[in-house]
């Protein structure tokens, strides 16, 4: 997957999402963010375990590279 985002808007989703991420997590993964191509949107999802969050976020520019997995955490 290729994107090209813009980074306040990048930055706008990430501070939201964040809201939801436990630093003391007991499963070191709910630390990351969860991004995802659907369609042509990444999803952004956070979680605690309990709570999840996910918001979209529109970039300029996406190109999926080939037909597999279109999704990352970070």
């Known amino acids: 997957m290729k994107i090209t985002i813009n980074s306040t808007d990048l930055s706008r989703t990430l501070a939201a999402v964040s809201r939801c ?5 007991v ?10 191509g659907v369609g042509e949107e990444l999803h952004i999802t956070g979680s605690d375990n309990e709570n ?5 976020v529109r970039p300029t520019d996406i190109t999926y590279l080939d037909e597999g ?3 990352f955490c970070i």
């Open 52 to 56: 999840w969050l996910t918001l979209p």
């Open 27 to 36: 499963l070191p993964i709910l630390e990351c963010f969860h991004i995802a």
């Open 69 to 71: 997995d279109r999704s």
């Open 21 to 25: 991420i436990s630093n003391k997590s």
